[in-house]
C-alpha cells in the first residue's frame, strides 16, 4: 500500500513538472505575409499598389528565412496577374539573395595603387592607395572623400603591409624588391587587395577607411552600395548559377 502510494506521488510530482514547463516553454513564433500588403498589390491605383511593394519588399528582407515559401504560397494562391508578377518576382530576389547575399560592395571611386615616401629611419616601399576620382551619387561621395586621399587601410586590413603573391617567403612585406618593375607590382596589388575587400561586403554594409590627408589621419566610416553589374565581370557566371539554384529551389517547393 506504502509502495502504490508513493507510485502515485511521483506520478503527480512528474505530471505537474512537465505541465509548468510546457507553461515556460516560449510559444514557436508563426510567420505570415503582412495582413493586407498582398491584396494592395492588385489596387487600381500605382502609388498604391508601390507603396504596397516597397512594404512587402522591407519585411520579406527583415525575414529572409521565411518570406521565400511565404510568398510561393501568394504566388501559386493569387490569381491576380499583378500580383503574380510582384510576388514572382520577390520570390526570386529573395531565395537568390538568402543563398548568395545582396550583391558585391561598391565605393565609387576611381584609384591608383602608390608607393608612400620612406620616412627618417623608417622601411621603404609601404603600399597605399590614391584616390583619383569620385563618382557622383556614390558612398564615397556622400561621406566626403577627396581627389588625393591616401587609404592606407580599410577595416584591419592594412594596405602598407599588403603582401603580394609574388613576394618571396624570405622578403618581408611592404617593402620593395631590388630589379625592374616591382615598384609598379607592389602598386598593382595594393589596388587589387583593396578593390576585392570593397567587394567582399554586401550592400549596405559599413566599411572604416584609414585615410592621409595632407598631415591630417583621417577615420571615415562608409556605407557601401551595390556594385552595377556593368562594373562586375563576373555577373554574367553569379547570374547563371542563382537562375540555376532558383529553377531548382522553385521545383522542389512545387513538389
Known amino acids: 500500500m506504502r509502495s502504490k502510494t508513493f507510485s ?69 494562391g493569387n490569381d491576380d496577374p499583378e500580383v503574380q508578377t510582384r510576388c514572382y ?22 584609384m591608383t595603387g602608390v608607393i608612400l615616401p620612406a620616412k627618417p629611419g623608417g622601411p621603404a616601399g609601404l603600399q ?19 581627389m588625393g586621399d591616401l587609404i592606407v587601410r580599410v ?23 631590388l630589379g625592374m618593375g616591382m615598384g609598379r607590382g607592389l602598386e598593382m596589388h595594393a589596388v587589387s587587395v583593396f578593390s576585392e575587400h570593397i567587394k567582399s561586403k554586401q550592400p549596405g554594409e559599413k566599411v572604416v577607411l584609414h585615410c592621409l590627408r595632407g598631415n591630417q589621419h583621417l577615420e571615415i566610416e562608409v556605407r557601401l552600395m551595390k556594385l552595377a553589374p556593368a562594373n562586375d565581370p563576373t555577373h554574367e557566371q553569379i547570374e547563371a548559377a542563382s537562375e540555376m539554384f532558383f529553377r531548382q529551389w522553385l521545383e522542389e517547393m512545387k513538389k
Do not use: C
Open 8 to 76: 502515485i506521488f511521483i506520478y503527480s510530482v512528474l505530471l505537474m513538472s512537465s505541465s509548468l514547463l510546457l507553461l515556460a516553454a516560449p510559444k514557436a513564433e508563426y510567420i505570415e505575409l503582412p495582413p493586407g500588403l498582398v491584396e494592395k498589390l492588385s489596387s487600381d491605383d500605382f502609388e498604391v499598389r508601390e507603396k504596397a511593394y516597397a512594404g512587402l519588399h522591407k519585411w520579406s528582407e527583415a525575414n529572409i528565412k521565411a518570406s521565400p515559401e511565404l510568398l510561393f504560397k501568394a504566388w501559386k
Open 89 to 110: 518576382n520577390l520570390m526570386r530576389e529573395m531565395v537568390v539573395q538568402k543563398e548568395f547575399g545582396k550583391g558585391k560592395g561598391f565605393l565609387g571611386i576611381r
Open 128 to 146: 597605399a592607395v590614391r584616390v583619383e576620382n569620385i563618382l557622383d551619387d556614390t558612398p564615397a561621395q556622400k561621406v566626403g572623400l577627396r
Open 155 to 177: 577595416d584591419e586590413l592594412d594596405l602598407q603591409r599588403a603582401k603580394p603573391a609574388n613576394l618571396g617567403a624570405e622578403e618581408k612585406p611592404g617593402r620593395l624588391r
